[in-house]
């Protein structure tokens, strides 16, 4: 169907108003679920949580994806990019460039481990040692008076996407259902 279509642009004219919609509702949520300030404690505390939780010899893809739920919970929202933008432009780059590598490195290490291809593990171990460095690097940028606020929520987010931590609610969910 050929796009000059009239019928053709009323749809598309809809389905463009519908996306504008759906950006606009998420992003009046968003304003009023966080504040500017909160949405940055959050974030660098979420990118933090990410660095601290995939440093180590462990190579488990299930740890990276626990710890990143929510962080990709906000990205994926329609107004996310909106919200950034408007309220936390000086971060809004290096964020979304952090998160698109956080889920490219979770899936490039996940596949060759669910595999048992030890190169593609390597591989992605490389990849994500690289993004920690440039984490690193973003991470100096937390405000001064944010600091102790990122540092407890960060401490929060580690706690709670630990083995332990999921194996215990694991166990409550599994008597509850019994």
């Given at each position: 169907m050929d796009v000059q279509h009239p019928t053709t642009r009323i749809f598309l004219r809809e389905s463009q108003m519908k996306k504008t919609l759906e950006t606009i509702t998420s992003y009046i949520s968003l304003k009023r679920q966080y504040s500017p300030e909160d949405m940055q404690i959050r974030l660098y505390a979420s990118i933090n949580a990410y660095r601290l939780m995939t440093d180590g010899p462990s190579v488990n893809p299930m740890d990276y994806m626990f710890v990143t739920q929510g962080i990709f919970g906000l990205f994926e929202k329609p107004g996310f990019n909106l919200y950034?933008?408007?309220?936390?432009?000086?971060?809004?780059?290096?964020?979304?460039?952090?998160?698109?590598?956080?889920?490219?490195?979770?899936?490039?290490?996940?596949?060759?481990?669910?595999?048992?291809?030890?190169?593609?593990?390597?591989?992605?171990?490389?990849?994500?040692?690289?993004?920690?460095?440039?984490?690193?690097?973003?991470?100096?940028?937390?405000?001064?008076?944010?600091?102790?606020?990122?540092?407890?929520?960060t401490y929060q987010l580690v706690d709670k996407n630990s083995l332990k931590s999921r194996m215990e609610r694991l166990m409550v969910e599994q008597e509850r259902g019994e």
């Open positions: 950034m933008r408007l309220h936390a432009r000086a971060i809004c780059i290096p964020i979304n460039i952090i998160i698109r590598l956080m889920v490219r490195t979770t899936y490039a290490l996940y596949e060759p481990t669910m595999a048992g291809n030890s190169k593609g593990v390597e591989q992605a171990t490389k990849r994500i040692s690289r993004l920690h460095t440039f984490i690193d690097g973003f991470l100096e940028t937390i405000p001064k008076q944010h600091e102790t606020a990122v540092r407890h929520l």
